[in-house]
């Protein structure tokens, strides 16, 4: 099973970022943290690694709508988009909502997040609007037009998942079941 929807764009890898930047700005998302996993990897380690970039959006009325429904899924938060090169080519990720959602167990969740996959462009299906979006008007970004908060609010709590997301969720799991 696929955990992520990923396109390739035919572009430089920073304009691809600063593009993908735009669009999700286009959106409402502000970019609260941009984590440049090649140059960490090269300080920290002295390790060469292929051009990799972690944005971490927020769109704050969604964010807050979620926060009132649970608390915890700030554990979810922010929502990571990654622009990376793999063997040559330019890539824009996301994470797929029925696979992040799945680890939460809740039934409810799951169904609207299955909901939520028939509006990404990222689908197969629709797998060229993305590149149309990066490349021509930057109209939207993966998640356009959801059609309700509802949806948008499972948009909060999915994209975040990647990078830490799973490991700040097991950390705490293995702390509440020490604490007993």
């Not at 992520?4 to 572009?11: A, C, F, G, I, N």
């Not at 990376?84 to 939460?104: E, H, Q």
């Not at 197969?124 to 908060?149: A, D, Y």
Request: aromatic share 12%.
């Amino acid at each position: 099973m696929e955990y992520s929807y990923t396109k390739r764009v035919d572009l430089p890898f920073n304009e691809a970022v600063e593009r993908t930047k735009a669009a999700l700005a286009q959106e409402g998302f502000g970019i609260l943290t941009e984590i440049d996993v090649t140059a960490t990897l090269k300080q920290k380690m002295g390790v060469d690694y292929d051009d990799y970039v972690i944005l971490g959006a927020c769109n704050p009325p969604l964010a807050y709508k979620a926060l009132q429904a649970n608390r915890a899924v700030g554990l979810f938060m922010p929502c990571n988009v990654i622009v990376y090169k793999d063997n040559g080519k330019i890539l824009v990720s996301a994470m797929r909502p029925t696979v992040a959602l799945g680890v939460v167990g809740d039934t409810t969740l799951l169904e609207i997040a299955q909901a939520a996959e028939e509006f990404l462009p990222l689908r197969s299906q629709r797998g060229t609007e993305l590149h149309h979006v990066l490349l021509e008007t930057l109209p939207g970004f993966i998640w356009i037009n959801f059609g309700s908060v509802l949806l948008g609010a499972v948009y909060v709590f999915v994209f975040a998942w990647l990078f830490g997301s799973y490991m700040v969720w097991m950390h705490n799991s293995s702390l509440v079941k020490s604490e007993k």
